[in-house]
């Protein structure tokens, strides 16, 4: 199949990236599209659908295949092309999960001869995303300092509840509003997660499929200095619940505080004092691996 990759301009001058490119053309047709600035990637794709095209490729990190989203659902279903993704970023959370390969040649062969799924999106107010959107801690680290978010989050719960500790979080108070009840909260960090990885390939939803209509929330509540440890271990056993790591699987969810929140949508800093979260089942026709574990059923 012909493809056309929208590649982030900061990967476009990379040798090892050009030389797979020209590999890839021995298999078919392959144009390349190069972001220069903001608003580049929404044009890049308008132009892919006045002109035609049935499969784009999203070639960066997770930021790059969460603008490629978010521009294909400003359209509708039909004139959407396939999507498939190229991981030029530093974690790849996405593709990781997805099983996509990290080699760009294989990656691209993929995206040639791929099988397409039909996967969720996730609206947030006017945005939208695919993997992973964080609120509170985590994503103001994200705003302030990223290189620390990076660090933080790869060290795992521990560091977590440490560095929280350290620097004397103040939690949000506010209001979570879910299909069956509605509970107030001390929040410090919260996610919603349609994909299963963030932050350098930290598992916060290990039970989350692109294909459910659902996704899963999982948030940290207010706790004491004595609690540390319970609060570990309630981040390792992440498939269940505990006292201040509560999780949730749902086709949405709303929070309400008096306060900005910050929030990240797979990169993408943003702050609300009221958002919902809403899952658009069967958004986006994605490229994926035979046997993807992201998928419920891989028939």
Known sequence: MNIRILLNGKKAGLESVRSEIFKARESGVVEVRSTWEGGDVERLVQEAIDEGCQRIVAGGGDGTVNEVVDALLQFPFDDRPEVA?????????????CTIPVDALAALNLAQSGKVRL?????????????VASGGFGAQVTANTPVALKNFLGGGAYSIAGLIQALDFAPY????????????????????CNGKLAG????????AKLDDGLVDLVSLSSFPADKISQVVQELIESEVGGEYVKRYRVPWVEWESDVEMPINLDGEPISSKKIRFEVLPSAIKLVLPENCPMISSNS
């Open 85 to 97: 993704v190229l991981p030029l970023g530093t974690a790849n959370d996405f593709a990781t999960a």
């Open 119 to 131: 996967v969720d999106a996730v609206k947030a107010n006017e945005f939208h995303f695919i993997n």
């Open 173 to 192: 108070y506010g209001e979570v509003r879910l299909p069956d009840q509605v509970v107030k909260h001390h929040v410090i960090a919260g996610a919603i």
């Open 200 to 207: 350098g390939g930290q598992q916060l939803a290990p039970m």
